[in-house]
């Protein structure tokens, strides 16, 4: 069965500090692979989603990036963290093709922004 | 953009009680999807439903898939206290990329033991 693991699972960073949080799948290939950030309040908002090593569309224009160096990883990145950039971040992955609707989503990672 | 109407916000009932929530969107939908998200957690998929007029059940939870496909419900049967939490209703619309979602805001279930 698939499995989807994010790390850190809570992080507090101050203002400037640069951050990477990690997505990985297990028991798939080829996933499809997206990062989302839930503010308070329960909305859920595509940040990058990827369909293969080294491919990334951005949803969201913003101080974050993201890059997929292997086939199940899936980096959340930033040089310089902003007050903003506060929330729960969820990494999510899905199969290609038709079945590219159905997501999965990981535990998720606290991020606090000091 | 699209969006869905997901109704009630929040439900407060008493264990063994069943509980009913949909939602409802103003375009066609191509699948619906529904999550359920504990407190610091990731959402965790219930159901999915594919095809108009399906019917699809997962335990004490029963999903359906409108006829319109533009509407779908989940029910919960006979609560319990882990049935607490925020379920989400979300689909990609048609005439779009079927790897954008579109969420639901949620429904808040409260059970009392």
């Known amino acids: 069965s698939q499995t989807i693991h994010q790390w850190p699972a809570t992080l507090v960073q101050p203002v400037g500090s640069p951050l990477s949080l990690e997505c990985t799948v297990e028991g798939t290939s080829n996933p499809n692979l997206y990062w989302y950030r839930q503010a308070a309040g329960r909305g859920l908002q595509l940040l990058f989603y990827s369909v293969g090593i080294g491919q990334i569309s951005s949803e969201v224009p913003q101080n974050l990036s993201a890059s997929r160096p292997q086939d199940r990883q899936f980096i959340l990145s930033s040089k310089k963290l902003l007050l903003s950039d506060s929330g729960f971040y969820l990494c999510?992955?899905?199969?290609?093709?038709?079945?590219?609707?159905?997501?999965?989503f990981g535990p998720g990672t606290r991020l606090t922004v000091l | 953009g699209q969006q869905l109407n997901q109704s009630p916000q929040s439900m407060f009932i008493q264990e063994g009680e069943d509980v009913s929530m949909n939602c409802t969107s103003s375009s066609i939908f191509n699948t619906w999807l529904w999550y359920k998200q504990d407190p610091g957690e990731g959402p965790v998929l219930l159901i999915a439903?594919?095809?108009?007029?399906e019917l699809t059940s997962n335990g004490r939870l029963t999903a359906q898939f409108g006829i319109t496909r533009k509407d779908s419900f989940l029910n919960i049967s006979a609560s319990i206290p882990s049935d607490v939490g925020i379920y989400f209703c979300a689909g990609p619309g048609s005439g779009g990329s079927n790897y954008k979602l579109t969420f639901g805001k949620g429904t808040l279930l409260t059970v009392n033991p």
């Open positions: 999510a992955w899905s199969g290609q093709g038709s079945r590219a609707d159905t997501q999965y």
């Open positions: 439903l594919y095809k108009a007029g």
